[in-house]
Structure formats: structure tokens, C-alpha cells
């Protein structure tokens, strides 16, 4: 079965090298992989900020009826 599985992946070299396209696509799709993973950082430090801004109430403004004191 390892002699099959070596002789799988030599084949797979070989033919990327012989096709310079699809080695091409092969790269694209690594650069596509990385910005994806650069964007979901970029998400979840955006969902960390949000976390701490909900941790950290804003002061309120009182609301109701106001009695104004009068000095004697």
C-alpha cells in the first residue's frame, strides 16, 4: 500500500510540472486561501472590540420628572 501511495504522489509532481496552468491555479487558490485567513483575524478582532464595548455601559441620562431646589 506505501509503494502505491508514493507512487500516487510522484505522479501528481509530475504532471504539475508538466502543466504549468493548473500549477498557476494551484497558486491562486493558495493566495486566495491566505487572504481568506487574513480576513476572518480581521473579523474576529472587529467581534473582540464589540465584546468589550457591550462589557463597558455607556452613563445614562436620567429621564423623569425634576424638582428644582430653592434655597431659603
Known amino acids: 500500500m506505501n509503494i502505491q501511495v508514493v507512487r500516487v504522489f ?3 509532481r509530475k504532471t ?3 502543466n504549468i496552468d493548473l500549477r498557476l491555479e494551484v497558486e491562486r487558490i493558495k493566495k486566495k486561501v491566505d487572504n481568506h485567513s487574513k480576513n476572518i483575524k480581521v473579523v474576529f478582532q472587529y ?5 468589550e464595548e457591550r462589557n463597558k455601559p455607556k452613563p445614562r441620562k436620567l429621564i423623569g420628572f425634576k424638582t428644582s431646589k430653592s434655597k431659603k
Request: proline content about 0%.
Open 47 to 51: 467581534l473582540d472590540e464589540f465584546l
Open 16 to 18: 504539475l510540472t508538466d
Open 10 to 12: 510522484t505522479q501528481i
